[in-house]
């Protein structure tokens, strides 16, 4: 997350002046380590799915005081701090230290991130601890951490188990999830059931003669259908792409460019990976040539700063056009009209992905996400 992102979202955390179950104020640092220590365990034991904070530098009023410099924390210490300590399974919470300013005034933020390797606790307590206890579980429920000498309850063990083995989640969740072990499902004609929940599975059911949809079921409750192409005599199965329009027309109000798209985080792609199979390199040749007239973003961070690129280099798209009429996939159409346009918007995937491996070795969006965020000041 940026410094922009975070300073906006800890500013509404403080106008809230009371904490909360994935918040907390401090208005200085923690003078031991094992007070510390105790604060991060109950953050990364939580049974919500999202990061923590720490804010240091406010009163329990909500207050903003910044941060004194007796005894302030840099990220090294703590990282050091972790490492050193003994926990189960060797399973480390994951934190990451920022300095903000909120009114002229310098905040600590420490932000512990979410994780399903919960729940976190002690094999082996350090010597110097006199409080905290290995074997114990610590939590924050509400506003309230678990007492340093008390083991959390029976109820709040059990849901940190069950987030650990993502059952927490909604069951489109859960499923979409198994999804990355296609060997837990089997095939029986036109369904995927799983092996090891058989009431998860995937239908597919034509609407009529031609339109295919896949059900995402439990039982027999629909939780999701998403409609799916096919391609080259039906060698070749995938959800429908989303559409993406770039650079607005203000004369007759549409835009002047179409493109299909996946996020790489989504339903649809998942499934795409789930049915695309491998093994039949018939299959596989057309996947070859389907990608290359489709945009497959990492994150919708990434789609919003790319289509500011395009927006701003509006003369590169037009440049490229004309050398990228080559169409790899067939589509009936009715009307030449739309024929053409189909044609376009294939054409400009095609430039567009050329553009996007340039984008990304330009601003090294992999490597320095803030950057592009921050270059086209996206929040």
Same mark, same amino acid.
């Given at each position: 997350?940026?410094?922009?992102?975070?300073?906006?979202?800890?500013?509404?955390?403080?106008?809230?002046?009371?904490?909360?179950?994935?918040?907390?104020?401090?208005?200085?640092?923690?003078?031991?380590?094992?007070?510390?220590?105790?604060?991060?365990?109950?953050?990364?034991?939580?049974?919500?799915?999202?990061?923590?904070?720490?804010?240091?530098?406010?009163?329990?009023?909500?207050?903003?005081?910044?941060?004194?410099?007796?005894?302030?924390?840099?990220?090294?210490?703590?990282?050091?701090?972790?490492?050193?300590?003994?926990?189960?399974?060797?399973?480390?919470?994951?934190?990451?230290?920022?300095?903000?300013?909120?009114?002229?005034?310098?905040?600590?933020?420490?932000?512990?991130?979410?994780?399903?390797?919960?729940?976190?606790?002690?094999?082996?307590?350090?010597?110097?601890?006199?409080?905290?206890?290995?074997?114990?579980?610590?939590?924050?429920?509400?506003?309230?951490?678990?007492?340093?000498?008390?083991?959390?309850?029976?109820?709040?063990?059990?849901?940190?188990?069950?987030?650990?083995?993502?059952?927490?989640?909604?069951?489109?969740?859960?499923?979409?999830?198994?999804?990355?072990?296609?060997?837990?499902?089997?095939?029986?004609?036109? %369904?995927?059931?799983?092996?090891?929940?058989? &009431?998860? $599975?995937?239908?597919? /059911?034509?609407?009529? !003669?031609?339109?295919? +949809?896949?059900?995402?079921?439990?039982?027999?409750?629909?939780?999701?259908?998403?409609?799916?192409?096919?391609?080259?005599?039906?060698?070749?199965?995938?959800?429908?792409?989303?559409?993406?329009?770039?650079?607005?027309?203000?004369?007759?109000?549409?835009?002047?460019?179409?493109?299909?798209?996946?996020?790489?985080?989504?339903?649809?792609?998942?499934?795409?990976?789930?049915?695309?199979?491998?093994?039949?390199?018939?299959?596989?040749?057309?996947?070859?040539?389907?990608?290359? %007239?489709?945009?497959?973003?990492?994150?919708? &961070?990434? $789609?919003?700063?790319? /289509?500011?690129?395009? !927006?701003?280099?509006? +003369?590169?798209?037009?440049?490229?056009?004309?050398?990228?009429?080559?169409?790899?996939?067939?589509?009936?159409?009715?009307?030449?009209?739309?024929?053409?346009?189909?044609?376009?918007?294939?054409?400009?995937?095609?430039?567009?992905?050329?553009?996007?491996?340039?984008?990304?070795?330009?601003?090294?969006?992999?490597?320095?996400?803030?950057?592009?965020?921050?270059?086209?000041?996206?929040?």
């Amino acid at each position: 997350m940026s410094n922009i992102n975070l300073n906006g979202r800890i500013k509404k955390l403080i106008e809230k002046k009371s904490e909360g179950d994935y918040w907390d104020y401090k208005q200085v640092w923690h003078e031991d380590n094992e007070r510390l220590l105790h604060d991060i365990l109950c953050f990364a034991n939580t049974g919500h799915d999202r990061d923590c904070y720490l804010i240091i530098g406010v009163s329990d009023a909500g207050k903003i005081v910044g941060v004194s410099e007796k005894n302030r924390r840099n990220q090294a210490g703590i990282l050091d701090l972790l490492s050193n300590t003994n926990f189960v399974g060797d399973n480390t919470p994951k934190v990451r230290l920022n300095t903000i300013k909120i009114e002229g005034k310098e905040v600590d933020v420490l932000t512990i991130l979410n994780s399903y390797n919960v729940p976190y606790y002690l094999k082996k307590r350090n010597k110097k601890y006199n409080n905290i206890r290995e074997g114990y579980i610590y939590t924050r429920v509400g506003d309230k951490n678990t007492p340093i000498d008390e083991n959390a309850s029976i109820q709040q063990i059990e849901m940190l188990w069950k987030k650990r083995f993502k059952l927490t989640q909604p069951l489109l969740t859960q499923i979409v999830n198994r999804l990355e072990n296609i060997s837990e499902w089997v095939q029986c004609e036109d %369904v995927f059931y799983n092996v090891y929940n058989p &009431e998860f $599975k995937l239908e597919e /059911e034509y609407d009529d !003669e031609y339109d295919l +949809s896949l059900k995402i079921m439990c039982n027999e409750t629909i939780l999701k259908k998403i409609q799916i192409i096919v391609n080259d005599g039906g060698r070749y199965k995938t959800p429908l792409p989303e559409y993406g329009y770039i650079c607005s027309d203000e004369r007759n109000d549409k835009y002047k460019y179409t493109y299909i798209f996946f996020l790489k985080d989504s339903i649809d792609y998942k499934l795409q990976q789930f049915l695309l199979n491998t093994e039949y390199k018939g299959e596989e040749s057309v996947k070859i040539k389907f990608d290359k %007239v489709i945009i497959y973003y990492e994150s919708k &961070e990434e $789609k919003k700063a790319f /289509e500011s690129y395009v !927006e701003s280099n509006q +003369s590169i798209i037009d440049s490229y056009l004309p050398d990228n009429d080559e169409i790899y996939l067939t589509k009936d159409v009715m009307y030449a009209k739309e024929e053409i346009e189909v044609k376009h918007m294939l054409s400009t995937g095609l430039v567009l992905n050329k553009l996007l491996q340039e984008f990304r070795g330009l601003y090294k969006w992999k490597m320095n996400n803030d950057k592009v965020l921050n270059l086209y000041n996206i929040q």
